[in-house]
């Protein structure tokens, strides 16, 4: 953006602010604007351990400019995710905050649901107070849908949400929508379905598959366990939906957008693929039990991302079998690693061996 004043021209570098900066997304949006010349400014939360890992590399990139700022918040502050909006004044917020695993959900319910539920509210809520010509973009989810058929869904799909991080980010997804009808803001919903990359967390199922086909091909893990293996999903790569996010808050008016690829697969059909790329038959190495499964499981995942293609001009570039093979190759250069600190005795092993 530049404005031209007088015989001088001044450059406004746009401002976005990131909750979420150290989560998956969090990077890879972070990594887009800073490429597109945005400030980028993100919430870390205070941990007894490093939590900045996926983005240290932005932190040195950056480090002798003003384009990348770090502070400490939690969404569930509201007065400093206030006072935040106040001093950055951002142009763009990018509401990406969760306790995002939905197993996770179940056992810590409260906290779940408050994230997202207090958390979003806290967030609009100081974006109205302060300029409500901010353009917001809430991290809406596939898993609000239910996954009940196996009809591929769109915007005016039916939400049947199953488990505490559903109906937490139900509410959020409402809110975001009640903003914008009631106060004329430009908040809009992207409706993500799964999406995937080599920093994935190592808990949801396509990363541990691809972090167990990195060990085992390197001998430092014989099984891999996991639950329901019938679960289908709509996968695509992170990459490709931070891009999605970013077009959502420059399209010409705000609105809620389904992103997906419009193809499924189950999490069957990812084991055999991950372990197709080393010359392995997934079947000799997965097992699998019922301490994996949900309280309530959403069975079916696909999503219709037509009126993304027609109206943002979006679409997903990275295949299945690319994401794949993508993510067992970084996970092998791990394996790798590990298996040099374990050769040494200076690492245990703290994944499944068993
Ligand atoms: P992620 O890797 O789990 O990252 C979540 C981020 O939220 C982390 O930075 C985490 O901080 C932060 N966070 C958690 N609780 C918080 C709180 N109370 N206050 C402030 N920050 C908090 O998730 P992701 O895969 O990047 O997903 C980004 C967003 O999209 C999430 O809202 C997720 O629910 C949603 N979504 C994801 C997918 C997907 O397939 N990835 C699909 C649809 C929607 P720490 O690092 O300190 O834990
Ligand atoms: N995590 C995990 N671990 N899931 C397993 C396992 C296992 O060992 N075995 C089978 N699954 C099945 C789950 O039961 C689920 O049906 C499916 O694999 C995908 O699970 P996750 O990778 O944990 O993702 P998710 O679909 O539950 O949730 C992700 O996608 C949502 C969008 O639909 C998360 O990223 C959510 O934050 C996101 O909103």
Redesign the pocket.
């Known amino acids: 953006m530049t404005i031209a004043k007088n015989k001088y021209t001044i450059f406004i570098m746009k401002r976005a602010f990131v909750t979420g900066i150290t989560g998956q997304d969090g990077f890879y949006l972070s990594k887009l604007l800073l490429e597109k010349g945005y400030e980028v400014s993100g919430t870390i939360r205070r941990s007894s351990t490093f939590n900045t890992t996926r983005i240290d590399s932005l932190i040195s990139d950056y480090k002798n400019t003003e384009q990348f700022k770090l502070y400490y918040s939690d969404l569930l502050d509201s007065s400093s995710i206030n006072s935040l909006i106040q001093k950055i004044k951002p142009h763009e917020v990018y509401n990406l905050a969760?306790q995002?695993?939905?197993?996770v959900s179940f056992k810590n319910p409260h906290f779940s649901v408050l994230t997202s539920t207090s958390g979003s509210l806290s967030l609009l809520d100081a974006v109205k107070n302060l300029d409500s010509n901010i353009k917001y973009y809430q991290a809406s989810?596939?898993?609000m849908f239910g996954g009940v058929g196996s009809e591929s869904l769109n915007e005016t799909s039916l939400f049947i949400p199953k488990s505490p991080?559903a109906a937490g980010?139900l509410f959020a997804h409402n809110i975001t929508r009640i903003y914008r009808e009631s106060y004329d803001m430009f908040c809009s919903n992207g409706i993500?379905?799964?999406h995937e990359s080599p920093l994935r967390g190592e808990?949801?199922?396509?990363r541990?598959i691809s972090r167990a086909v990195g060990r085992i091909y390197h001998k430092i893990q014989n099984k891999l366990t996991?639950?329901?293996?019938d679960?289908v999903?709509d996968w695509g790569f992170a990459g490709d939906y931070v891009n999605a996010m970013w077009m959502i808050l420059q399209h010409d008016k705000p609105d809620d957008w389904v992103i997906a690829t419009g193809e499924a697969y189950s999490?069957k059909d990812f084991a055999r693929e991950a372990f197709k790329v080393v010359d392995l038959d997934w079947e000799d190495y997965v097992l699998s039990d019922k301490k994996?499964?949900?309280p309530n499981?959403?069975h079916h995942?696909l999503g219709d991302p037509t009126k993304a293609k027609n109206e943002l001009k979006w679409k997903p570039e990275t295949s299945f079998k690319d994401l794949v093979k993508m993510m067992v190759e970084s996970d092998l250069l791990l394996a790798e690693q590990e298996k040099v600190l374990l050769d040494k005795k200076l690492i245990k092993p703290t994944w499944d061996n068993s």
């Open positions: 969760a995002s695993h939905v197993a989810s596939s898993e991080y980010k993500l379905f799964n808990t949801f199922v396509t541990k996991l639950g329901n293996l679960a999903r999490v994996y499964e949900r499981e959403v995942l």
